[in-house]
């Protein structure tokens, strides 16, 4: 049965830091790009950042280029998003997915597999 837990979410204040986690279970995503989308309030779900499945290539969106930090250990079977000065704005839900390509792609209807998602709040 394929999983992915995400876990590491919560309220935190602008300027502020998180780590998500996302453990997976049954299959091998060791062969897996994996990414981190993100859905925020009254607004469609939206690539965050991605990374190949050997960890060689990253995709970040804009809004979280020099914030957000996308890693993986394929040993442990699980992807991390650091998260540091945490705007507002990034107040969403996060979802980690899995998608059996070699190119990092940012489209959520390409992913096969998807978490339930973590809660993020970015609030003083």
């Known amino acids: 049965q394929v999983q992915l837990v995400e876990s590491g979410g919560g309220l935190v204040q602008p300027g502020g830091s998180l780590r998500l986690s996302c453990a997976t279970s049954?299959?091998?995503?060791?062969?897996?790009?994996m990414a981190w989308f993100r859905r925020a309030p009254g607004k469609e779900r939206k690539v965050a950042v991605a990374?190949?499945?050997?960890?060689?290539?990253?995709y970040y969106a804009d809004s979280v280029k020099g914030r957000f930090t996308i890693s993986r250990d394929n040993a442990r079977n699980t992807v991390y998003l650091q998260m540091n000065n945490l705007k507002p704005e990034d107040t969403a839900v996060y979802y980690c997915?899995?998608?059996?390509?070699?190119?990092?792609?940012?489209?959520?209807?390409?992913?096969?597999?998807w978490g339930q998602g973590t809660q993020v709040t970015v609030s003083s």
């Open positions: 990374i190949s499945w050997s960890g060689g290539s990253k």
């Open positions: 049954g299959f091998n995503v060791s062969r897996f790009t």
């Open positions: 997915a899995a998608v059996t390509s070699v190119v990092v792609t940012g489209e959520p209807t390409e992913y096969d597999y």
